[in-house]
């Protein structure tokens, strides 16, 4: 231990303020280089359409994680002379001081590294994870931000990839499933509702009218069970595609006399 802290003590020794400096101009030319990524790459993205819009937006952590990486591969020769004991004893250091107070912060750092690698989720995803629902606005080096929409930010450690579930409803692509529900009275023409819900469905300005539309139905103790599935033209038109089915197949249902279930008055 001690052989380890004169090892140490030799390679901080080197130290000058002109060593500072130099270390200093390139951490912030790093700084710059990230903020313009970050700015830049994201405009760009939204001028490009399909599926090449996410893996833009996907390369602003990797190319924020590289630029971080190759900064430190610069600075620390420029600290300290590169020979290999001094090398060692920096990076020893470091490991060690790293590995006891930032454990958690290593552990989502190394999430968010598996993360850029498998591509779990993506900058434009809509993800649930841990009860939370939202778009994928960010992945950082070590948390991911997703917009709700009841547009709040919430901040997302990569660590919960470890023990948490993550539902992807578009998965890189342009396509999200939306889901309209009606419980419905029984004894009626099941045929003709299919069909009336279809219709609706197909005559929705905000529907891919490319991709199918399916209407699923169940039976339960309440009622029919019908969901109306089909997807709209963007996946942030989620919300308002689902309540224009709801509400024009609402509409549709009342003209050919269907009824919705309603639930028995409660008895005081």
Same mark, same amino acid.
């Given at each position: 231990?001690?052989?380890?802290?004169?090892?140490?003590?030799?390679?901080?020794?080197?130290?000058?303020?002109?060593?500072?400096?130099?270390?200093?101009?390139?951490?912030?030319?790093?700084?710059?280089?990230?903020?313009?990524?970050?700015?830049? +790459?994201?405009?760009?993205?939204?001028?490009?359409?399909?599926?090449?819009?996410?893996?833009?937006?996907?390369?602003?952590?990797?190319?924020?994680?590289?630029? +971080?990486?190759?900064?430190?591969?610069?600075?620390?020769?420029?600290?300290?002379?590169?020979?290999?004991?001094?090398?060692?004893?920096?990076?020893?250091?470091? @490991?060690?001081?790293?590995?006891?107070?930032?454990?958690?912060?290593?552990?989502?750092?190394?999430?968010?590294?598996?993360?850029?690698?498998?591509?779990?989720?993506?900058?434009?995803?809509?993800? *649930?994870?841990?009860?939370?629902?939202?778009?994928?606005?960010?992945?950082?080096?070590?948390?991911?931000?997703?917009?709700?929409?009841?547009?709040?930010?919430?901040? +997302?450690?990569?660590?919960?990839?470890?023990?948490?579930?993550?539902?992807?409803?578009?998965?890189?692509?342009?396509?999200?499933?939306?889901?309209?529900?009606?419980?419905?009275?029984?004894?009626?023409? +099941?045929?003709?509702?299919? *069909?009336?819900?279809?219709?609706?469905?197909?005559?929705?300005?905000?529907?891919?009218?490319?991709?199918?539309?399916?209407?699923?139905?169940?039976?339960?103790?309440?009622?029919?069970?019908?969901?109306?599935?089909?997807?709209?033209?963007?996946?942030?038109?989620?919300?308002?595609?689902?309540?224009?089915?709801?509400?024009? @197949?609402? *509409?549709?249902?009342?003209?050919? @006399?269907?009824?919705?279930?309603?639930?028995?008055?409660?008895?005081?």
């Amino acid at each position: 231990m001690d052989d380890f802290g004169l090892k140490l003590k030799d390679a901080l020794a080197s130290l000058t303020s002109e060593s500072l400096w130099s270390a200093l101009a390139l951490v912030a030319v790093a700084s710059l280089l990230i903020m313009a990524i970050q700015t830049v +790459i994201p405009r760009l993205a939204q001028r490009i359409e399909g599926k090449a819009r996410y893996y833009v937006l996907a390369s602003v952590p990797l190319l924020r994680l590289l630029i +971080i990486v190759g900064t430190i591969v610069l600075v620390v020769p420029t600290l300290v002379e590169p020979t290999v004991s001094n090398m060692l004893a920096i990076f020893g250091t470091l @490991g060690l001081a790293l590995g006891f107070a930032f454990k958690d912060y290593v552990n989502s750092l190394i999430a968010g590294i598996v993360t850029l690698y498998e591509m779990p989720y993506r900058p434009g995803d809509w993800i *649930e994870i841990d009860g939370q629902y939202g778009e994928v606005k960010r992945i950082g080096a070590r948390t991911a931000e997703i917009l709700t929409p009841d547009d709040t930010t919430v901040v +997302i450690p990569h660590g919960q990839l470890w023990n948490a579930l993550i539902a992807n409803g578009n998965d890189g692509t342009d396509n999200l499933m939306c889901a309209a529900s009606f419980c419905l009275e029984p004894n009626h023409n +099941i045929r003709q509702v299919r *069909e009336v819900l279809r219709d609706v469905a197909y005559t929705s300005p905000l529907i891919k009218s490319w991709l199918p539309v399916k209407v699923v139905v169940s039976n339960s103790p309440h009622g029919m069970n019908y969901r109306v599935k089909a997807y709209p033209l963007a996946p942030r038109d989620q919300f308002e595609f689902t309540s224009d089915l709801t509400a024009r @197949g609402a *509409e549709a249902l009342a003209e050919i @006399g269907v009824p919705f279930v309603t639930a028995p008055a409660l008895v005081q």
